[in-house]
């Protein structure tokens, strides 16, 4: 295998405290990074780098690990223009409009939703994110679950089985056979697809003691939980999440001093999903309250056709600098190593020996300026497992 090193960075975001000048974003200034085949081998002071096969040259332009988006639903057909329309002209959000996602992933092929997501990916990708998790969840059957993420498989280790996303239109008068289903033959069907289970713990959705019993029975079959939790109103899926020690809660919007508590006492994340907010017209979540307590929190994009319809990590970055009171480091961090620790990975979302070589280049001196310029494309080029990729 060649090696490679980026060279004279002007800002390099490591993720790594104990390099550089001892924050959590571990910055090293005038720096270079050393990749040997699909790792980082080195990170330093540029004048000290190691010879390696191939040099590049940064020209003072910053660094920052691949963005990791630990939340999306990229396994669907159709748009919901029509919605966003209304939406925009003053009709309120609500979990029912995913039914029209539902009826136009069922009558796409297989070779139709895979070009999809492929699609996102590849748009995702030229916005700097290396790691991404998925979910099903627009099928709602057996049959269209299981292959949702067989699909998803397709294109990333991090599946999410969400055949609790809704009540199917199927079930609609029938809750409890619904969730029978969900922790029965389409478990069945869809764990050995997916590593991790979610359920929409939310009014119009599942209570909580529908959600425990489905992410209990996801447990016992191998799956990791992750809960859509306290997006609409203030509930139980927060303390579930944490309970359960679910890998990550997810939307946080609404949250009680007991909820805010609890994420900073457990090791579950807190997942924020401001493209939700921004495409609702809804209250923004309070991330610096939660940041004060102590919690970890993750941004994401929560990529979707109804309420999030955006792959841009970048543009969640300006949003929660902007309306919720992070600061550029912190939103910088949340999305790419906050985004790791909600997948639970040590690998990726940081530039530091051992880990994935996942590198993005900013046209600028800075990663503030991913606030700073929002709406700009400032990523110039991306290292996934240490081959460009853009």
């Known amino acids: 295998m060649t090696t490679t090193a980026v060279t004279h960075i002007a800002s390099l975001v490591t993720n790594d405290p104990s390099l550089g000048n001892g924050t959590p974003l571990g910055l090293i200034h005038d720096a270079a990074v050393v990749i040997d085949g699909d790792r980082i081998v080195w990170t330093g002071e540029s004048s000290k780098a190691p010879a390696t096969d191939n040099v590049l040259d940064a020209a003072g332009r910053a660094v920052i690990p691949g963005f990791v988006d630990s939340h999306s639903h990229l396994v669907f057909a159709g748009d919901r223009t029509e919605e966003f329309n209304a939406r925009m002209s003053g009709q309120p959000y609500r979990a029912g409009g995913i039914r029209t996602t539902v009826s136009a992933t069922r009558a796409a092929s297989d070779d139709d939703l895979s070009a999809n997501v492929a699609r996102y990916l590849a748009e995702a990708l030229r916005q700097g994110t290396t790691t991404f998790e998925t979910k099903s969840g627009y099928g709602l059957t057996v049959e269209d679950e299981a292959r949702a993420l067989r699909i998803a498989g397709r294109h990333t280790d991090e599946v999410t089985y969400l055949g609790a996303h809704i009540v199917s239109p199927d079930y609609a008068d029938d809750l409890a056979g619904y969730v029978d289903l969900v922790t029965g033959p389409m478990l069945d069907a869809c764990a050995p697809h997916a590593r991790w289970i979610d ?75 401001p493209g939700a907010e921004f495409s609702t017209r809804a209250e923004w979540p309070d991330a610096r309250r939660l940041l004060d307590a102590g919690a970890t929190v993750a941004l994401s994009t929560d990529c979707n056709p109804g309420s999030s319809f955006t792959s ?21 961090w949340a999305a790419t190593a906050g985004g790791a620790a909600a997948l639970r990975r040590t690998d990726v979302g940081r530039i530091t020996p051992g880990a994935r070589a996942d590198l993005v280049l900013l046209d600028a001196p800075s990663h503030v300026h991913l606030a700073y310029r929002p709406g700009v494309p400032l990523v110039s080029a991306v290292w996934r497992r240490g081959e460009r990729v853009v």
Request: charged share 20%.
């Open 199 to 273: 359920v929409f713990c939310e009014q119009g959705a599942f209570d909580g003691d529908q959600a425990r019993a489905i992410l209990t029975a996801g447990r016992a079959k191998g799956l990791h939980p992750r809960v859509h939790a306290n997006q609409l109103s203030y509930g139980p899926g927060v303390q579930l999440a944490v309970e359960l020690d679910a890998a990550s809660a997810d939307h946080c919007t609404h949250l009680t001093d007991a909820d805010v508590d609890a994420l900073a006492q457990g090791n579950t994340v807190a997942t924020l999903l």
């Open 312 to 332: 841009s990590v970048p543009f969640c970055i300006a949003l929660a600098v902007r309306d919720m009171g992070m600061t550029p480091d912190e939103a910088v």
